[in-house]
């Protein structure tokens, strides 16, 4: 009975880290993306609200051609008013704040100190940072609770089929009154098609790299393979950009935060495997317990 049970487990190992390994690195290579973006010195689109509103209608409209369109996925049943009311738009509201935040914050400070917030340089964009965190935190709880809910099983592709268009919907209303005026201004309806259709695939693929990361696994681990993506962002940063410039300190504090991470991992496997093997016991009594009742009979 070891043997299967070990087998299963190497293989929902391996499947969990190669889910957390696409998940650190399209996370990763999107920050540096949308900072890219919205950098004025290279594409020159300083609007963040106008970037993630983007990707949230880019987001419904795929999912609306891929399961009503193509027909090529199917969108979960069971959704009912009270999930939607309880889960869904918290998720969606939540989602939009964590999004319009954290890009917000890449206007202000650089993609290294938005990972460290290790100096309060620059007040506006460390609260926009730390507004980033607080939501993407609620986010995640959110997320777990709607994807392991009881009764109900979603995909990766229906929860953004049912989430973006509320994401869209919060991000529509703020867009009009502080960024649409700016656009008309300035004349910035004159856009790079190509760069911000390739930024919004990678952001809908980030997104569903989330939905499955925590599917797998809980909204903590995502959480702690946060850390793990942004000392990788950190050191990214620290190689490409010269005003990041890391000290003994910064690499003592993420070995800390590294060696955290390996041992929460160790010890949710363990636990995990112990208690696969507890059930797979329990089962192995129950069958013959069951056979020599009918015997009896």
């Known amino acids: ?8 487990m190497l293989k929902e190992e391996i499947i969990t880290y190669a ?21 004025s010195k290279e594409i020159n689109f300083p609007y963040p609200l106008g970037l993630t509103l983007l990707h949230m209608v880019f987001s419904s409209v795929l999912c609306f051609l891929l399961t009503k369109v193509f027909k090529i996925l199917k969108v979960e049943e069971g959704m009912t008013l009270e999930i939607y009311t309880t889960s869904v738009i ?4 939540m989602f939009a704040m964590t999004l319009w935040l954290g890009n917000t914050a890449y206007l202000y400070i650089s993609v290294a100190f ?19 965190v607080v939501g993407e935190s609620l ?6 609770i709607l994807v392991k809910r009881k009764g109900l099983k979603l995909n ?10 509320c994401s869209a919907l919060c ?3 703020p867009w009009i009154f502080l960024e649409k005026p700016k656009m008309d201004a300035h004349g910035m309806w004159n856009l790079h098609p190509v760069v911000l259709t390739l930024n919004s695939i990678c952001t809908f693929a980030l997104n569903l790299s989330v939905f499955l990361v925590i599917s797998h696994t809980s909204a903590l681990t995502i959480r702690v393979a946060g850390v793990v993506k942004d000392w990788v962002v950190v050191l990214v940063s620290a190689l490409l950009f010269a005003d ?21 991992n160790n010890h949710k496997l363990k636990r995990e495997a112990i208690r696969n093997i507890s059930d797979d016991s329990q089962a192995a009594l129950t069958i013959p317990m069951a056979t020599s009742s009918n015997l009896n009979r």
């Open 244 to 264: 990041t410039k890391l000290t003994v300190i910064n690499l003592f504090g993420y070995g800390i935060a590294i060696a955290g991470v390996a041992a929460y």
């Open 1 to 8: 009975m070891a043997d299967p049970v070990k087998k299963k």
């Open 139 to 144: 986010r995640l709880i959110f997320m777990e």
């Open 19 to 39: 889910y957390l390994i696409l998940y650190i690195a399209l996370s990763s290579g999107q920050i540096f993306f949308n900072k890219w973006v919205l950098s």
């Open 114 to 132: 938005a990972q460290m917030l290790k100096a309060i340089s620059n007040w506006i964009g460390v609260v926009y940072q730390m507004g980033g």
């Open 171 to 173: 991000l529509f209303i």
């Open 156 to 165: 990766p592709i229906s929860i953004m089929y049912y989430v973006s268009p």
């Open 90 to 93: 918290p998720i969606g509201a």
